[in-house]
């Protein structure tokens, strides 16, 4: 009897087996299938992986995790370091990516590595082979990567996409970006929008052609091109890979003069943010080419601005330009975070979005049409504009501290000219460069880390040549101030006041996270992390990382502990570029790591 029973319920039994191994596969698939575009999507409430530059798409940088705060940080010690070894030091400003117990961060030189999150073992290394000749404008640093499916995807400093299968970092395709003799390179982290690879490009002092790609992710073939300079054809790209024409961006020589919109610049050389709320992709656009603005009358769309694109379609939605007939290179590639502005006249809340700009002013606009909010300095001293017209959205300009026209006042065309010098706050390195800021929705401040320095600057003629600097200007980078020149500062902005700043010696070249523990990290040349109070910028605790911190830190949970994560070695643009300011910090040392913390066990 007992066996007729089990012949008996056999078949039922077969039946569940079925049914439990099929969600098994189906387990199984999902895992396979990797990162998602849910994944993706949910990213800045999502607290056991970072998969998006900027924790989340919108870029906000804020992390709900609150284990580690201004009662425990003290307790914030080494978990594990790792070096990226080598000779090959310079500037790192990785952001790293945390999924499914690994660790994704790129260094100098274009590397990518996989670390064990755990134990800062290395999983696999991928170093792209660079050809001789490449022309990074400000060291040979990487931002970060992105994560899709099975795929790690990062740019080159060959201006080449190259993704990696994430378990084995192996080449899964690549993808040229464009030319590098002509000056091209990419040095931006990705992002996923929709399954797809959203870039730009580096090369802005080379007269490229500055523009927002989409490509699909899986395999890299390209859906869409749109271009950032008034004039040149977007292009969208059907099933065989042709390019269909899209558009021109702006009507040709409408704000370019002659020929000179075809070498135009305007580079989109940091990464584009996503916020699903209005559907839009924001990307910051740097500055028009040459430097020297007399060549090129006019506003010179769509530089040093912020350009909202339809992710689907690849059309320019609506643009803010910041710095209309750019003079000084204030390029507008800042970061565009989204967040809820309570308008102070009608108390509604607003979709908007904040920008640090270059040239001093932070700024509010609405993040569905691209109406200023709000315009103020988070700098103590702003000279080429004396202020925005809140009605026309267009800066104040003040003419006398444009570059001297070197066609009139320097001997015309003849060669070393130069118009008259002027001196202007803030340099061309920015009030905010490409350090990205964070927001925290606890206290409704963004934390901007902050710069004050000035430049003499003058314009020299210039002709354009494939592949060689592009600029008509000379400058000399000189600081402020005696006591300082970084400084991290709280901004309000709706108030458009500074909350509290904490100085800092050397220039501040690092990102910020803010977190749901009421603290704010950030790195310093001098090689600290610190942590400090989100509401009243008291600094609770620091670490020596052996060398400076220019990168963004990172936080994440597992098993109920937090971590937090930063990626040290000095380098960027400070030190090539810098001048008497790079003087005043040239005692400080490169390097090339990643440094892993968390609260010790008492």
């Given amino acids: 009897m007992k066996k007729h029973k089990q012949r008996q319920h056999l ?11 099929a969600g098994f596969g189906a387990a199984g698939n999902a895992l396979a299938a990797g990162v998602t575009d849910e994944d993706i999507l949910k990213d800045a409430e999502t607290t056991h992986q970072i998969v998006t530059h900027g924790l989340g798409t919108k870029g906000q940088r804020y992390s709900p995790l609150a284990k580690v705060n201004p009662d425990t940080v003290k307790d914030l010690v080494p978990v594990w370091a790792f070096s990226f070894g080598g000779e090959k030091q310079r500037g790192q400003q990785s952001q790293p990516l945390i999924y499914d117990g690994k660790m994704y961060v790129t260094g100098s030189y274009s590397r990518i590595y996989a670390l064990d999150v755990k134990t800062g073992a290395k999983l696999w290394k991928y170093e792209h082979r660079l050809p001789e000749g490449i022309m990074p404008c400000c060291d040979v640093i990487n931002r970060g990567a992105a994560i899709y499916g099975d795929l790690v995807i990062f740019g080159t400093l060959d201006a080449q996409l190259v993704a ?15 030319d590098y003799k002509a000056g091209y390179s990419m040095t931006a982290a990705p992002q996923i929008v929709k399954g797809k690879v959203i870039t730009g490009v580096s090369g802005g002092e080379f007269g490229v052609m500055g523009r927002v790609e989409a490509r699909d992710a ?5 859906v869409w091109m749109r271009p950032v300079v008034e004039g040149h054809m977007g292009y969208t790209y059907d099933k065989d890979g042709k390019p269909v024409e899209n558009g021109i961006s702006g009507t040709t020589n409408a704000t370019w003069p002659g020929d000179l919109w075809k070498t135009g ?8 943010y996503y916020d699903p709320d209005v559907d839009l992709i924001f990307m910051g656009t740097g500055n028009p080419s040459p430097w020297n603005s007399w060549l090129r009358p006019g506003d010179n769309l769509y530089s040093s601005a912020t350009v909202a694109i339809d992710p689907d ?3 320019i939605a609506w643009h803010y330009q910041s710095t209309p007939h750019d003079g000084w290179d204030y390029d507008g590639v800042n970061e565009f975070v989204s967040f809820e502005y309570k308008d102070p006249k009608t108390g509604q809340l607003v979709k908007a979005g904040g920008k640090a700009d270059r040239n001093g002013f932070f700024f509010v606009n609405d993040r569905t049409n691209g109406k200023l909010l709000n315009a103020f300095p988070f700098v103590t001293r702003i000279d080429w504009a004396k202020g925005i017209d809140m009605q026309t959205g267009r800066p104040i300009f003040d003419e006398e501290k444009r570059p001297g026209n070197p066609f009139t006042e320097g001997g015309g065309t003849v060669e070393g000219g130069k118009g008259k010098v002027v001196f202007n706050a803030p340099s061309f390195l920015g009030g905010k460069n490409q350090m990205p800021m964070a927001f925290s929705p606890d206290t409704g401040l963004f934390y901007v880390p902050s710069n004050e320095w000035g430049m003499d600057i003058w314009n020299e003629p210039v002709s354009y040549k494939r592949g060689a600097a592009y600029l008509g200007a000379g400058f000399t980078n000189k600081p402020l101030y005696e006591d300082y020149i970084g400084a991290m500062r709280a901004v309000d902005p709706v108030s458009g006041k500074i909350v509290w700043e904490v100085k800092n010696n050397a220039p501040l070249w690092g990102g910020v996270l803010t977190t749901g523990g009421n603290l704010v990290f950030y790195g310093t040349p001098e090689g600290f992390l610190k942590a400090v109070n989100a509401k009243t910028g008291e600094e609770l605790w620091q670490f020596q990382t052996g060398s400076g911190v220019i990168a963004p830190p990172v936080t994440w949970d597992d098993n109920g502990e937090q971590y937090v994560a930063v990626v040290s070695g000095w380098g960027g643009a400070v030190p090539l570029w810098g001048g008497d300011v790079a003087k005043r910090v040239n005692y400080l040392e490169q390097g090339g790591s990643v440094w892993v913390f968390k609260l010790h066990k008492r």
């Fill in 313 to 315: 379609t690849g059309k």
């Fill in 164 to 178: 990696l299968n994430k378990d084995t970092g192996k080449v899964v395709w690549r993808e040229k970006i464009d």
């Fill in 11 to 21: 078949p039922a039994m077969l039946s569940a087996l079925a049914i439990a191994m």
């Fill in 265 to 272: 610049g305007a580079a989109t050389w940091q990464a584009a």
């Fill in 218 to 222: 899986k395999t890299g073939k390209m």
